[in-house]
């Protein structure tokens, strides 16, 4: 299945917000636990 180069491209982006968001909830959580 073909796949929109820029759609792919917003994909990997809101992906990485994703990724970028729980890390950052990870890390102050672990701050805050510590």
Avoid: K, M, Y
């Amino acid at each position: 299945v073909p796949v929109d180069p820029l759609e792919w491209q917003i994909s990997q982006e809101t992906a990485n917000g994703v990724a970028a968001c729980l890390a950052n909830t990870v890390g102050a959580a672990e701050s805050v636990l510590r």
